[in-house]
């Protein structure tokens, strides 16, 4: 599960990959310095709008993936395969549609 300061690190991660300071991004998101500060070191309670705003100015996409899928994108890449392949058969045994229930489920 993603906290706040893991959220926080990624966004000052992307900001600092664009060559951005603190004071440009805040420019671009009308949102003060001390509010990005908070939201970078994983502080406070961020509304979900700063975040977005944040990500906007980034031209970040914030997703929203089960679990199971966001653990493997942050696990061992050489593991993924195979994790990848136990969770589609984990999916199939149970009944269920990566897009949906199944036709003959109630």
Known sequence: MSTLAQIGA???QARLAQGLSATQLSER?????VTLRELENGLGNARLSTVLAVCDALD??????????A??????????PTELS???ARTREAGLALRGRRKDAP
Request: charged share 25%; hydrophobic share 40%; aromatic share 0%.
């Open 10 to 12: 990624s966004l000052r």
């Open 29 to 33: 998101t009308g949102l003060s310095r």
């Open 60 to 69: 970040l996409s914030l997703t929203v993936a089960p679990r199971a899928v």
């Open 71 to 80: 653990d493997l994108q942050s696990g061992d890449a050489r593991q993924r």
């Open 86 to 88: 136990a969770l589609l």
